[in-house]
């Protein structure tokens, strides 16, 4: 006869095993019902859009159900790589372009079938080309694109400059000239959140454009290198921002949000470094920024102004190992180009990705109508090319020299140097 | 026929001895479980991992051997690293013990006023470093924050300056805000073990004419020595093992002069999608720390011998 002992464990280790073969069985694609649940998940847009898009997105597909999760960033991305790693990733999911999709490639499900019989085949004619270019990889879709925003210039607060009989600058040396008499009025020149190694891109990329134009799309494309004379002077020009009395003290540790923001918002800075996205002030911050007027320029470099770069806010991929990619489609494209693009852009006021403008439905002030057509211009005749940098080790690299500069421990020399050196040691 | 006792003499193992010890091992499975699971497997999984070049997304296939080791020992960011570590820990545990130390002892005893300040000076220690380090985003911004607005109130505007953007001062200030978030946990340690500090060794030395200085010198500073013992094995692992305060204060910057090998790791693994290197600092940073703990008790043992 079994031992008392031998009988429990030999009960826990069968109850064990049921468990877990139940555990492991898979549930089926479709529900009792016949409807299909599938699951989102992002870092964007607020969960209060989200809902809306649901609702809407629901009601044109009664037969489709969704689950939305909604993390910060850098917890959506460790959430959604230890998913995908473990096979328990959700159907629907948001990436950034660049290196971002680079490395997550492999686990997405290329699009271009499934568009075309969901959408018709010649659905790319649907996007702006730059925008399905940044979600596409040698030619084949990823992800579906959403949210064009553009960034690199510098919003304005006019009536600050007026106050001080200042016009808006159109070269650098105007830039340092209007800063001086700035400080001296203990007014913040330019509020730049130098901490964030995005925003140091944004306002390099810009600025190299302006002075070394194209140079820095070959270093990163590969067919050109990144310690060529004009890249090494955008870099010495970047470090003189911190120099030469232009960014506001202590801008290497000031972060965008919500430092600089902050400062801005407050009336406190004549200038401040951010992208299109920041429209979204003349909503959540409509108060704080009704005290005065608010325009947009280009980035003031040596002898000129830079153009602007864009990019997508973000692309909407398929699991490749989902059992419900057509319903999956459908949310990716409804998010992307149908309705749920318009929720999305009422909510944040990015720019169209698609081909035909969509602008937002909602009412905003006069000001903020006026900053929109004066970056749908620069949009438009400003642009040098896309936002984010290929690859996520030379984006690093690119970031971290960019911080050294701002703290003013290297030379323009050294960071082009550090940035090649990753660059190699990519390839 | 051998008697259990005979059995047990000669070093045998009766079948009542083997029930006792199975259901033994069945009350500690639990515990072993979770070792095992939550502890073990990652310490061993991500050993592993740091010989592999992985994006943490993909499997990881890619066997480079002892590479990710050789860039961690022979990259620039590694001495500097190494400094910052070694600056940051001395200062926050020395002020952090010290200073918990010198508010235990002055706030020793009963009444509500010392007992409501303690209970202020813990506060820190049960809020979110994520949120600690906002806070003191806020307050130390040069342009408008809090403190600047002070010492301009008070007439010290020349004292102002730009605490974390300059590599000089960034990582004093960053261990400082991690002296003012702990500080409270070593004077709640101390406090305790103060209680137990017998009244008659008080009383007998205040008999024999010592001042309140000599007293905390020459007999509450030796009672306690297990306590620093203790608080000196929990700081330098927490030390090492600093993450959220810093990376929301600066980053590991300006210019790697708050870099710690935890700002370095979650770079390595999350910016750059290095899985591996991150796993090589994970597993050097855990060797450092046993290391460390062995060499703490093995000198604690031989001094408590020495009592």
């Not at chain 1, 649907?126 to 510098?154: C, E, M, N, R």
């Not at chain 2, 990652?42 to 992985?54: D, G, I, K």
């Not at chain 2, 406090?191 to 500090?197: E, F, P």
Request: aromatic share 10%.
């Amino acid at each position: 006869m079994k031992t008392p002992t031998k009988r429990i464990m030999t009960i826990t280790a069968a109850a064990s095993v049921a468990l877990l073969t139940l555990a492991g069985c898979a549930g089926s694609p479709e529900d009792a019902d016949g409807t299909v649940t599938i699951t989102y998940e992002s870092w964007t847009p607020s969960q209060e859009v989200m809902d809306s898009i649901v609702a809407a997105f629901e009601k044109e597909n009664p037969d489709i159900n969704v689950e939305a999760k909604l993390l910060p960033y850098a917890d959506y991305v460790t959430a959604i790589k230890t998913e995908l790693a473990s096979g328990t990733g959700p159907d629907v999911f948001d990436l950034q372009a660049g290196g971002m999709l680079g490395e997550f490639q492999s686990l997405l499900e290329p699009l271009d079938s499934l568009a075309a019989a969901e959408l018709g085949d010649d659905w790319k004619g649907t996007y702006k080309t730059d925008a399905l270019d940044q979600a596409s990889i040698d030619d084949v879709a990823y992800g579906l694109p959403h949210g064009f925003q553009s960034a690199g210039f510098l919003w304005v607060n006019e009536t600050l400059l007026e106050q001080n009989g200042l016009e808006i600058p159109t070269t650098y040396e105007e830039l340092v000239e209007a800063s001086e008499t700035l400080r001296a009025a203990g007014v913040v020149p330019l509020a730049i959140g130098a901490k964030d190694d995005w925003m140091d891109i944004d306002v390099f990329s810009a600025m190299s454009n302006g002075i070394a134009p194209g140079e820095q799309y070959a270093a990163m494309d590969g067919s050109g290198k990144w310690t060529t004379d004009g890249l090494v002077d955008s870099f010495d020009a970047f470090a003189a921002l911190f120099t030469d009395g232009v960014a506001q003290d202590g801008a290497a540790g000031a972060t965008t949000y919500t430092d600089t923001y902050d400062l801005y918002a407050d009336g406190k800075a004549a200038f401040f470094a951010n992208g299109s996205w920041n429209q979204d002030m003349f909503v959540s911050a409509a108060d704080r920024i009704g005290g005065f007027t608010s325009s947009v320029t280009p980035m003031p470099v040596p002898d000129g102004t830079a153009p602007v770069i864009a990019g997508i806010g973000g692309l909407l991929a398929v699991n490749k190992d989902s059992d419900k990619k057509e319903a999956a489609f459908k949310l990716a494209s409804f998010m992307s180009s149908g309705e749920g693009q318009q929720i999305l852009i009422d909510g944040n006021l990015d720019f169209a990705v698609t081909a035909e403008d969509v602008t937002p439905a909602v009412e905003v002030s006069e000001n903020a109508q006026a900053v929109r057509t004066q970056l749908t211009s620069l949009l438009n005749d400003e642009l040098a090319g896309y936002r984010e940098v290929p690859n996520a080790a030379v984006k690093s690299a690119l970031g971290q020299a960019l911080l050294k500069l701002a703290a003013g421990t290297i030379t323009g020399e050294e960071a082009a140097a550090e940035v090649q050196a990753a660059a190699d040691d990519a390839s | 026929m051998s008697t259990t006792t005979e059995r047990r003499r000669s070093g045998g193992r009766t079948g009542a001895d083997w029930r006792r010890s199975s259901s033994a091992y069945l009350f500690i499975l639990p515990c072993v479980a979770v070792f095992s699971v939550f502890l073990a497997y990652p310490l061993v999984r991500n050993a592993y991992v740091s010989f592999f070049e992985w994006n943490g997304l993909t499997e990881a296939t890619k066997f480079v051997g002892f590479d990710n080791f050789v860039w961690l020992f022979t990259s620039e960011a590694v001495l500097q690293t190494s400094m910052n570590t070694l600056v940051f820990g001395v200062i926050t545990i020395a002020l952090q013990m010290g200073g918990g130390f010198v508010l235990a002892v002055s706030l020793a005893g009963t009444g509500r006023l010392r007992s409501a300040l303690r209970t202020v000076y813990f506060i820190p220690v049960v809020l979110t470093p994520v949120v600690v380090g906002f806070l003191f985003s806020k307050i130390l911004e040069p342009n408008d924050g809090d403190l600047r607005n002070v010492l301009d109130a008070v007439g010290l505007g020349a004292l102002n300056h730009s605490w974390l953007a300059d590599p000089n001062t960034a990582l004093v200030t960053v261990s400082f805000v991690n002296v003012w978030l702990w500080v409270g946990f070593s004077m709640s340690v101390y406090q305790s073990a103060l209680t137990t500090l017998p009244k008659e060794l008080v009383e007998a030395a205040r008999i024999d004419g010592t001042n309140s200085l000599q007293l905390v010198r020459h007999v509450v500073l030796p009672f306690l020595r297990p306590t620093h013992w203790a608080l000196l094995t929990l700081s330098i692992i927490g030390t090492l093992k600093t993450f959220d305060i810093v990376y929301v204060l600066t980053k590991g910057g300006p210019s790697g002069s708050t870099e710690l090998p935890t700002t370095l790791l979650f770079r390595a693994g999350f910016d750059e999608y290095r899985q591996g290197r991150a796993a090589a600092i994970g597993t050097i940073l855990f060797l450092v720390a046993l290391v460390l703990t062995i060499v703490q008790l093995r000198i604690a043992k031989r001094a408590e011998a020495k009592q």
